[in-house]
């Protein structure tokens, strides 16, 4: 064309045919960045293209986001793949403490059903003891009152339980300001009170009645002949229990190092 074109010099037709391909250069520069960047075309680039009113403003706009793409650091090809490993281990462990807090759930319902039913059974057998508990008081004294009771009624299985006693003729304000003797009276008393109510078979007292006078160390031995349904060893010092004893086993030592048994 520049060959055909009069009044062109041959250096001016060559100073044109080199500006040409330099265009033709950017222009496919362009169009190779244009898809190498943002993986258009030149008929899609037309169509999504906007007319650009300020330039100067466009092109910081351009190098704001260019620096914030930058500041995202490079682009990890992985993370898709890495999304999905992920979101599948999230969606195992998500079940699972889904079952274990349905487990849990069940667990708490179960360990409250359980209270309950101790809290129930327990305040069913504190008023056997109770009232046995009374009534072997009675019969070991000879007489005066006794009683078990919660100090926090609304919840029996944490509260403190009081024992309150009043021997025949005495006002006592305090269990410590009883004797040693009537102490463990009161403890006897307690203690037959619980047998009472679930009686065992075979039960061992070692000196229990060790503190006691001879009148009630005598009372003592005909309460154990009145639980016919358990049958007692007592290991004791005092004759009164041993009077009231079926069978006496004794260990004496007549020669030095030798133990001989005794029964009567």
Known sequence: VFAMTPGISEEERDELIAAVEKLQKEYDGVITRLWEEYELTRREAEEVAAPIEDLPAAQRRLQDLKNRIKALGAVNVGAVVEYQEVSERYEFLNGQVGDAEKSKAELLELINQLTAQMRQQFTERFGEINQNFGAIFRDLFGGGGAELSFTDPSDVLASVIEIKVHPPGK????????????????????????????????????????????????????????????????????????????MLYGVTMQDQGISKLLAL
């Open 171 to 246: 006002i006592v304000s305090h269990i410590e300001s009883l004797s040693g003797g009537e102490k463990a009276l009161v403890a006897i008393s307690i203690y037959f009170a619980i047998m009472r109510v679930n009686p065992p078979p075979f039960c061992v007292l070692d000196e229990i009645e060790a503190a006691l006078d001879d009148v009630n160390v005598a009372r003592f031995a005909q309460y154990l002949r009145r639980m016919s349904a358990t049958q007692f060893i007592t290991i004791t010092h005092r004759r009164g229990t041993m009077e009231g004893s079926d």
